[in-house]
């Protein structure tokens, strides 16, 4: 059931207008000031808010612009209801984010068509940003260009080991891997340190992926 919040200060009005849009199958909530719809719109979260512009306490443009801050309120339907018809107040309710504007007296008909309309035209909105956000492919993060690594100055030995160390890989695994103790594993870190002028594992690993090299490439023999 489609969910209408009314709000004005004239008791009579409130009855008029509830009495009417129930009988045409909307289930409606009243209040009397800004205040109290504020509260209700964040209660009930209605399909549309019809309101009066001249009420205590909060008048109905401050109602819609105080909504229209809220979260859920940015993009409601917000048809002004009232006595006010000059130009200037049209434009104003129009400035403070009503989307209708209908002056008092009015054909009941008119105004549940008035309703129907900014209820499908939200309706329409909301399908149409749910599609795009669904069509939007998953972005994927660029991969930051990789230089062409140049040749490494080390022998082929050294060069097994900075491939390992790159990978990961502690002194035992490597020297389990290559066959070599952990104390020659350390020797050739420390010679391949030494050629490259890095201090420790982790600059040599940095080392690595800002010039592009990988740990999968074959050593040159």
């Known amino acids: 059931?489609?969910?209408?919040?009314?709000?004005?200060?004239?008791?009579?009005?409130?009855?008029?207008?509830?009495?009417?849009?129930?009988?045409?199958?909307?289930?409606?909530?009243?209040?009397?000031?800004?205040?109290?719809?504020?509260?209700?719109?964040?209660?009930?979260?209605?399909?549309?808010?019809?309101?009066?512009?001249?009420?205590?306490?909060?008048?109905?443009?401050?109602?819609?612009?105080?909504?229209?801050?809220?979260?859920?309120?940015?993009l409601v339907p917000f048809i002004f209801l009232s006595s006010r018809g000059e130009v200037d107040d049209r434009v104003q309710g129009y400035e403070w984010g009503a989307d209708d504007y209908i002056i008092k007296p009015f054909e009941p008909l008119e105004l549940v068509a008035k309703i129907e309309a900014q209820?499908?035209?939200?309706?329409r909105t909301q399908s149409e940003i749910l599609r795009l956000i669904q069509q939007q492919p998953q972005a994927k993060p660029e991969a930051s260009p990789?230089?062409?690594?140049?040749?490494?100055?080390?022998?082929?030995?050294?060069?097994?080991?900075?491939?390992?160390?790159?990978?990961?890989?502690?002194?035992?695994?490597i020297g389990e891997k290559l066959f070599i103790s952990p104390r020659t594993v350390q020797t050739h870190l420390t010679n391949i340190l030494s050629k490259l002028s890095l201090e420790n594992r982790s600059q040599l690993v940095r080392f690595a992926y800002e010039r592009g090299y990988s740990a999968e490439e074959e050593p040159t023999e």
């Open 1 to 74: 059931m489609k969910r209408v919040l009314v709000v004005d200060d004239d008791p009579l009005s409130l009855k008029v207008l509830s009495r009417h849009l129930t009988q045409h199958g909307y289930r409606v909530y009243t209040g009397a000031s800004g205040i109290e719809g504020l509260r209700l719109f964040a209660q009930e979260q209605p399909d549309v808010v019809v309101s009066d512009v001249v009420m205590p306490e909060m008048d109905g443009f401050e109602f819609c612009r105080q909504l229209r801050q809220q979260r859920g309120g940015e």
């Open 119 to 123: 209820i499908e035209r939200s309706r």
């Open 146 to 173: 990789r230089p062409t690594p140049a040749e490494l100055p080390l022998t082929a030995a050294e060069e097994r080991v900075f491939r390992e160390v790159i990978r990961g890989s502690t002194n035992k695994q």
